[in-house]
Nanobody, 115 residues
Framework: QVQLVESGGGLVQAGGSLRLSCAASRSIFMFNAMGWYRQAPGKQRELVARITRIGIKNYADSVKGRFTISRDNAKNTVSLEMNSLKPEDTAVYYC?????????WGQGTQVTVSS
């Protein structure tokens, strides 16, 4: 079992920045991948960014060039730096861990971008 706790969400104006962090309850070194998903009202949950155990990063087209995902194995955290935020980035952001065939999710953190 892995517990994930997100932090860093909030309200920001368009063009602003936020940094999300996700702390895992145990070592993340051997996790296959860690990532961030988001879900806006009335929409399906979607992948925002993911980083694999060997450091390969994937981003949704809508956030490329604006968001950066990183992981700190020593601190058991994965972070999402979000710049040039847009109103359409408004959503609940969820931290995700893939370990083998198991998926683990955090409780989510709200990000609201005002125009």
């Amino acid at each position: 079992q892995v517990q994930l706790v997100e932090s860093g969400g909030g309200l920001v104006q368009a063009g602003g920045s936020l940094r999300l962090s996700c702390a895992a309850s145990r070592s993340i070194f051997m996790f296959n991948a860690m990532g961030w998903y988001r879900q806006a009202p009335g929409k399906q949950r979607e992948l925002v960014a993911r980083i694999t155990r060997i450091g390969i990063k994937n981003y949704a087209d809508s956030v490329k060039g604006r968001f950066t995902i990183s992981r700190d194995n020593a601190k058991n955290t994965v972070s999402l730096e979000m710049n040039s935020l847009k109103p359409e980035d408004t959503a609940v952001y969820y931290c995700n861990v893939l370990q083998g065939q198991n998926d683990y999710w955090g409780q989510g953190t709200q990000v609201t971008v005002s125009s």
